[in-house]
């Protein structure tokens, strides 16, 4: 079987940005089994997260990385983003997170 291991942690902690920021985050990772590994799907637990993975088979000790992009646009406070990597591993998925808070955008003066 393939072996999908991260070479960081499987959450990354992005602090605290000003709403509408975008955080991006490359989550390295490298095939420890010894047949190619294919990533089947990956979604998020919300449409302001887009993942980026590779379509091609990641060898035996190959590494490869998922890009994972957050838009902050309307979202304030704490924030915990879930990605989940579907794969031809056991288990068959491996779940990923984005955490921080986000400030709320200074209120336009709204005073005529």
Same mark, same amino acid.
Do not use: H, M
């Given at each position: 079987m393939p072996v999908f291991t991260l070479s960081d942690s499987s959450t990354y902690e992005f602090g605290t940005i000003q709403e509408g920021a975008v955080v991006e985050h490359d989550f390295k990772f490298r095939n420890d089994g010894e047949? !190619?590994?294919?990533?089947?799907?990956? =979604? $998020?637990?919300?449409?302001?997260? =887009? !993942?980026?993975? !590779?379509?091609? %088979?990641?060898? %035996?000790?190959? =590494?490869? $990385?998922?890009?994972?992009?957050?838009?902050?646009?309307?979202?304030t406070g704490p924030q915990v983003k879930t990605i989940t990597v579907y794969a031809n591993t056991e288990p068959a998925y491996t779940e990923l997170r984005l955490k921080g808070i986000v400030n709320a955008a200074p209120k336009p003066d709204t005073l005529n």
């Open positions: 047949y !190619p590994l294919i990533l089947n799907n990956i =979604t $998020s637990s919300c449409g302001c997260t =887009t !993942p980026e993975w !590779p379509k091609d %088979p990641i060898g %035996p000790k190959q =590494t490869a $990385s998922i890009k994972v992009r957050f838009d902050s646009k309307n979202k």
